[in-house]
């Protein structure tokens, strides 16, 4: 039996309309999305300062993206996956924020803990002296500027056995500390020697840097340590003491 021309019109357009819907319910597979976020940006104490042009970085790509007036920023199109973002401007070294989740939810990951970044410490250590007071050990830190209740300053120590004990080389550091006053005087009791993993009559080291309100520190997992990225470097040398 021949076919019309209309019955052979009618089949190859029911053939078009079928390929229409395969491919309308064959979508290409979702693969990239945008990655948002922002920053708080400091000076070395706590005054909020201009929170753009940090450049942020998606670690091993070409992808970047500069922070605006209010600190925020996208990273456009980045492939799924688990990521390391640096942060980075002039005057605040490095800051690192690992193990970002980057998975296909539909839309953009947001990254919802915004980090305060200080910038480096203009805090020098000129003088450091350790001495024996009782059962504690004092260590006096002098520094530049001198630190009182109108120029707050702020200061960090390091600890270790080994005698080139550095922000890179401790086995203990303190929290930042606040310097209204100098020398600013800081005691170390037993206790707190053998809290931080020293035993009693052991030769450890002291140093310290000047340090800003807002750390920029994080854990490093490739180093296996925690990094501190605004210390100001101009310290005076490491001082012993000797666990009571």
């Known amino acids: 039996m021949k076919l019309n021309f209309f019955t052979v019109s009618f089949v190859i357009l029911l053939g078009l309309i079928s390929c229409n819907n395969d491919d309308d319910t064959n979508p290409e597979p979702i693969t990239k999305a945008n990655i948002i976020g922002s920053v708080n940006l400091y000076n070395e104490g706590v005054t909020q300062i201009e929170n753009s042009n ?35 401007k002039s005057g605040f070294g490095t800051f690192k924020k690992y193990n970002i989740e980057h998975t296909n939810t539909g839309s953009s990951t947001i990254i919802t803990a915004s980090p305060s970044l200080g910038e480096i410490s203009t805090t020098q250590i000129t003088a450091l002296e350790s001495t024996v007071n009782g059962d504690n050990i004092q260590l006096a830190i002098t ?68 340090d800003s309100f807002w750390s920029n520190e994080y854990d490093d997992s490739d180093l296996g340590r925690k990094v501190f990225p605004n210390l100001n470097m101009n310290s005076a040398n490491a001082v012993s003491l000797i666990v009571p």
């Open 54 to 88: 940090m450049i942020v970085k998606v670690e091993g790509t070409e992808i970047s993206a500069k922070t605006d007036d209010d600190g925020d920023f996208t990273l456009s199109e980045v492939p799924f996956g688990t990521y390391t973002l640096t942060y980075e």
């Open 143 to 210: 520094t530049i500027p001198a630190g009182n209740n109108s120029n707050t300053r702020y200061v960090r120590y390091f600890l270790s056995t080994n005698s080139n004990v550095s922000n890179e080389n401790y086995t203990y550091y303190s929290p930042g500390l606040v310097s209204q006053i100098t020398p600013l005087v800081i005691t170390l009791s037993q206790d707190d020697l053998i809290s931080a993993g020293f035993s009693s009559g052991q030769t450890v080291y002291a140093k310290v840097y000047g």
